[in-house]
């Protein structure tokens, strides 16, 4: 797999993942698809996915960096929107929230066969402080750990 | 830069951190380096190490997954390691835990110039909470955003 090749394929997975064009899923994923070290197959990382939009009705998934090096690509993801309860066990319930998601992915016969995903669940919860101030949605730019 | 330079600079890099060679610091990040888009500097950076080592005694950086594309690499770190008070605003308190951080970094004239970190606080709030089960420290493999 080239490394041009590879990108095509990520784009269009995240392509895929903002239609929620679920029938086209197991074009990008592989049927034994593992994330973060459990095994969910194309139905259950289906499962998984459409659970996030049902939580968060504006969900996007937005590419910011990308690196890229067969077989494996690393992408950090920014997230802008709104779940409309808990999230993360966390008390978002409607407020816009800012954040990142750092992922891994290792490809095998031309799709994403194990992903590994870090949310920036920092950043929400200084938002979710900030917010609890006068005034409604906060945003800042990144999650600051210390 | 090339991929082996880049390769080189981060396993070297690493290694300072994990011998607390402040004194070398300055040979890997950048003057002006930035974290999570905040302008640390050299000196900005220690402080934020140093301060990670006072915390975590036994703090040592595991690489466990490298994705280079020059000028940029991405890392995924993992972390066994024992907290001795609060821990991300956790209880932590001595308790041993494992955890990822998902870190991009872009390079400048060799050395880091901007670096986006994600500590995979879920996986180690799953932890404590099994561990307030009768036992002592638990290691759980990866964290679980659901």
Request: proline residues 2%; charged residues 25%.
């Given at each position: 797999m080239t490394k041009q090749e590879l990108l095509k394929l990520y784009r269009d997975?995240?392509?895929?993942?903002?239609?929620?064009?679920?029938?086209?899923?197991?074009?990008?994923?592989?049927?034994?698809?593992?994330?973060?070290?459990?095994?969910?197959?194309v139905p259950g990382y289906r499962e998984m996915?459409?659970?996030?939009?049902?939580?968060?009705p504006d969900l996007y998934f937005?590419?910011?960096?990308?690196?890229a090096d067969p077989p494996c690509i690393a992408s950090r993801l920014r997230f802008d929107c709104t779940p409309t309860g808990r999230f993360l066990d966390l008390e978002v319930n409607g407020k816009t929230v800012s954040f990142?998601?750092?992922?891994?992915?290792?490809?095998e016969n031309g799709k994403i066969a194990r992903v590994w995903s870090v949310i920036d669940k920092i950043a929400i919860e200084a938002q979710l402080r900030l917010s609890d101030k006068p005034g409604d949605s906060v945003r800042i730019p990144n999650g600051d750990r210390r």
């Open positions: 997975y995240i392509a895929c993942l903002n239609d929620q064009d679920w029938p086209s899923l197991g074009r990008f994923v592989s049927i034994d698809v593992e994330h973060n070290g459990r095994q969910l197959g996915l459409e659970k996030d939009f049902e939580a968060i937005n590419v910011e960096r990308l690196i990142a998601e750092n992922v891994f992915y290792e490809c």
